[in-house]
C-alpha cells in the first residue's frame, strides 16, 4: 500500500518561505517521478512542479518557475518543495502525488499520477 504524508503547510506572510516534505512509503520510491499540484478554493488541481525518478528533471508550472523548487532525497523517500517569495495566490490545498509507471520524468498531467497525498494546507497573509 502507497502511502503519501505531506507535511509543512501553515499560515505565512506575503513574500515568507516554506519547505513542504512528502513522505513516501510502501513502493520504491526511487524509481518514481513525484508531483506536486495545488488546489485553491473554488478552482481545478493544478501542476505546480515534478522531478524524475532520478532528480535529473525537473518541471515547473510558469507561474511558480523561479520561485519554487522541487527535489528529492531518494535515501529518504522524501520530495521537497521548497516555496519562496509567497503571494497570497499561492494561498491552497498543496498534494503530493507519485506518477504511474517505472523511470518516468515527471508529468504536468494529473492524470499521470496514480497514488496522492492528503495534502497540507498553505495559507498566504497580505
Known amino acids: 500500500q502507497v502511502q503519501l504524508v505531506e507535511s509543512g503547510g501553515g499560515l505565512v506572510q506575503a513574500g515568507g518561505s516554506l519547505r513542504l516534505s512528502c513522505a513516501a512509503s510502501g513502493r520504491t520510491f526511487s524509481r518514481y517521478a513525484m508531483g506536486w499540484f495545488r488546489q485553491a478554493p473554488g478552482k481545478e488541481r493544478e501542476f505546480v512542479a515534478a522531478i524524475s525518478w532520478s532528480g535529473g528533471s525537473t518541471n515547473y508550472a510558469g507561474s511558480v518557475k523561479g520561485r519554487f523548487t522541487i527535489s528529492r532525497d531518494n535515501a529518504k523517500n522524501t520530495v521537497y518543495l521548497q516555496m519562496n517569495s509567497l503571494k497570497p495566490e499561492h494561498t491552497a490545498v498543496y498534494y503530493c502525488?507519485?506518477?504511474?509507471?517505472?523511470?518516468?520524468?515527471?508529468?504536468?498531467?494529473?492524470?499521470?499520477?496514480?497514488?496522492w497525498g492528503q495534502g497540507t494546507q498553505v495559507t498566504v497573509s497580505s
Open positions: 502525488a507519485v506518477e504511474r509507471g517505472l523511470y518516468s520524468s515527471g508529468s504536468y498531467s494529473a492524470v499521470q499520477y496514480d497514488y
